[in-house]
T-cell receptor, first 116, second 109 residues
Framework: GAVVSQHPSRVICKSGTSVKIECRSL??????MFWYRQFPKQSLMLMAT?????????EQGVEKDKFLINHASLTLSTLTVTSAHPEDSSFYIC????????????FGPGTRLLVL | GQNIDQPTEMTATEGAIVQINCTYQ??????LFWYQQHAGEAPTFLSY??LDGLEEKGRFSSFLSRSKGYSYLLLKELQMKDSASYLC??????????WGAGTKLIIKP
């Protein structure tokens, strides 16, 4: 149980284009989903927290107009990187949590984004 | 402020035992997680402690002392595939997950 999928696993795009990443909880309902970014050899960095049906809460320094998050259902959240630039190239990982607080976060396999 | 400390890197020998420590200072406490992350992959859940004591799960065990703000992850009978980063994370009073920077474990034959 507790499987989270992400799609695509890898994407290469041109600078200026937008990229959408999907995160799905396959066998449980995720009331909360999290989006992380990780640069090579660096720690996980939380970008935003999203609760189903409400606006995402962004961490300080993360541009909400650039990283659009939609959590339309209890099993799907999407992250859209708008007008991507080479500095946005990174490993984007989502996680999902079934309940409040003590529930474990389960991670998707990640999406590697390369912006040329 | 909120802080989680764990060693940056550790080296151990195949077949041996290694203990990875984690100390934390957070506003409240609602549980501590350990995750394993292999290079280039997403983290995978290893253990969860909310009460003091030792939780054993196969070759891996996790210990918690809430009064000391301290946890450790114990890995026994080390295998080469255990080479990875081990992340300690604490849920605070607002149920926010605070992450440590991770400990890179290198296993040598």
């Amino acid at each position: 149980g507790a499987v989270v999928s992400q799609h695509p696993s890898r994407v290469i795009c041109k600078s200026g284009t937008s990229v959408k990443i999907e995160c799905r909880s396959l066998d449980f309902q995720a009331t909360t989903m999290f989006w992380y970014r990780q640069f090579p050899k660096q720690s996980l960095m939380l970008m935003a927290t999203s609760n189903e049906g409400s606006k995402a809460t962004y961490e300080q320094g993360v541009e909400k107009d650039k990283f659009l998050i939609n959590h339309a259902s209890l099993t799907l959240s999407t992250l859209t990187v708008t007008s991507a630039h080479p500095e946005d190239s990174s490993f984007y990982i989502c996680s999902a949590r079934a309940g409040e607080g003590r529930e474990t976060q389960y991670f998707g396999p990640g999406t590697r984004l390369l912006v040329l | 402020g909120q802080n989680i400390d764990q060693p940056t890197e550790m080296t151990a020998t195949e077949g041996a035992i290694v203990q990875i420590n984690c100390t934390y200072q957070t506003s409240g406490f609602n549980g501590l997680f350990w995750y394993q992350q292999h290079a280039g992959e997403a983290p995978t859940f290893l253990s969860y402690n909310v009460l003091d004591g030792l939780e054993e799960k196969g070759r891996f065990s996790s210990f918690l002392s809430r009064s000391k703000g301290y946890s450790y992850l114990l890995l026994k009978e080390l295998q080469m595939k255990d080479s990875a980063s081990y992340l300690c994370a604490v849920t605070d009073s607002n149920y926010q997950l605070i992450w440590g920077a991770g400990t890179k474990l290198i296993i040598k034959p």
